[in-house]
């Protein structure tokens, strides 16, 4: 069981916008800031998503991320077939003093 | 471009001992928190522990804390996670991961491929 609550699967076709939630509490999303990783098939995870709405350089502007509360999205539009993958959110959980990962969504591009 | 070269993984039966290694490469290692995150066959991401730039702070997953030790040789641009007492729910691709701060609180934006770490008898 995760601390952050992820939907276990996704899907979209070509050009749809799809989203993925990521529900957590005070103690991680509701004081920290939120990242997303994504994870190609057969490849270690790669930052997608930083401080809730930041892209690194190379990751396309079709992905965003946003936070309520103690709930956070990543938002992929335009969607593509390579962008099949498992999708991770994380943050800081200050009661338990350590990292804490969602899940994991498995994203399907029909 | 950074890299990250996690080794040390292997069989070892239930009770037993293992040391991982990381070498660092293309960054000022002593700048920056290191992470160990793992994945189980087939299962998500888990993070297993953390350590501040200096070596000086160290943090654990409960499901870890007694058993394993992170440290890290700044001379060496060297992370190294010793794992003992392991159990068959240990058994999981390990991956080193830098960190963006002194602190292991945020971003993991370096990750290396991963180590697998096999605990059966």
């Known amino acids: 069981q995760s601390v952050l609550t992820q939907p276990p699967s996704a899907s979209g076709t070509p050009g749809q916008r799809v989203t993925i939630s990521c529900s957590g509490s005070?103690?991680?999303?509701?004081?920290?800031?939120v990242n997303w990783y994504q994870q190609l098939p057969g490849t270690a995870p790669k930052l997608l998503i930083y401080?809730?709405?930041q892209r690194p350089s190379g990751v396309p502007d079709r992905f965003s991320g946003s936070k309520s509360g103690t709930s956070a999205s990543l938002a992929i539009s335009g969607l593509q077939s390579e962008d099949e993958a498992d999708y991770y959110c994380a943050a800081w959980d200050d009661s338990l003093n350590g990292q804490v990962f969602g899940g994991g969504t498995k994203l399907t591009v029909l | 471009e950074m890299q990250l070269l996690e080794s040390g993984g292997g069989l070892v039966q239930p009770g037993g001992s293992l040391r991982l290694s990381c070498a660092a490469s293309r960054f000022t290692f002593s700048s920056y928190a290191m992470s160990w995150v793992r994945q189980a066959p087939g299962k998500g991401l888990e993070w297993v522990s953390g350590i501040s730039d200096s070596g000086g702070n160290t943090y654990y997953a409960d499901s870890v804390k007694g058993r394993f030790t992170i440290t890290r040789d700044n001379s060496k641009n060297t992370l190294y996670l010793q794992m003992n007492s392991l159990r068959a729910e240990d058994t999981a691709v390990y991956h080193c991961?830098?960190?963006?701060?002194?602190?292991?609180?945020?971003?993991?934006?370096?990750w290396g491929q991963g180590t697998m770490v096999t605990v059966s008898s």
């Open positions: 005070s103690s991680n999303i509701g004081s920290n800031t």
């Open positions: 401080s809730g709405n």
């Open positions: 991961t830098k960190g963006w701060g002194r602190y292991p609180y945020g971003v993991f934006d370096v």
